[in-house]
């Protein structure tokens, strides 16, 4: 059984249908790249797994337990337990400004889970260890480059223990030389057999680390496989096109 199943997921803003029967699965330990053009539904389809929107109509299953099911959603507390197992990390840090590094991290665990702060110390150091900012517990967000505050930020999701993380375009409001030092992360991730989506216009990090890859566009998912051979032997027009667009 996949760890996330998708079917015939739709959604619609007023008029205008952004995802059109999505469907797919992603495997324990997989780490799916999501590409495509902008406005063809994948952080839409990215927050929807989060429950940050709600889709009109499929079925969404986490760890075989419906979040919704044929567009009826499963009851409050099932919702808020399913969310607990996904984690997702935002194009923008949404760090709060008025908190240190390391009250950023522990807010949510004490809000949702009501864990101490003498629990949560051991695990924030981990943490920030694990991103590279073991030195930044103690500054505030305005004291951090953009690439040190995404990776503030994906040590946040990691404060939740999820078993899913899902990243927005991680580094599209980085600048080219910080990019790499959250990509270097997410690898780190990959490695240690975390189960990950990542929507990312990063062609390379998608062939390297990513297992299967995704091409959305206009609300579809149009073509899916091995990364390697999606983005370099592609079978269908669009994705050509957006290829030879992106990579030149």
Known sequence: ????EVTDMRKSFGE???LK??????EKNEVVAVIGPSGSGKSTMLRSLAHLEEIEGGTIRIGGQALVENGDYAKPADIRTIGRRIGMVFQHFNLFPHMTVKQNLALAP???????????????TELLAK????????AYPANLSGGQKQRV?????????????LFDEPTSALDPELTGEVLAVIKKLAEEEMTMIVV?????????????????????????????????????????????????
């Open 200 to 248: 990312t216009h990063e062609m390379s990090f998608a062939k390297d680390v990513a297992s299967k890859a995704l091409f959305m566009a206009d609300g579809h998912i149009v073509e899916e496989g091995d990364p390697a051979v999606l983005l370099t032997n592609p079978t269908q027009e669009r994705t050509k096109a957006f290829l030879a667009r992106t990579l030149g």
């Open 131 to 138: 991103v590279g900012l073991a030195d930044k517990a103690d």
């Open 21 to 26: 029967q999505i469907t797919f699965t992603v």
């Open 1 to 4: 059984m996949a760890l996330i």
């Open 153 to 165: 930020a994906i040590a946040r999701a990691l404060m939740m223990e999820p078993e899913i993380l």
């Open 110 to 124: 004490r809000l949702v889970k009501g864990e101490p702060k003498e629990k949560l110390a051991g695990r924030i």
């Open 16 to 18: 205008t249908e952004v």
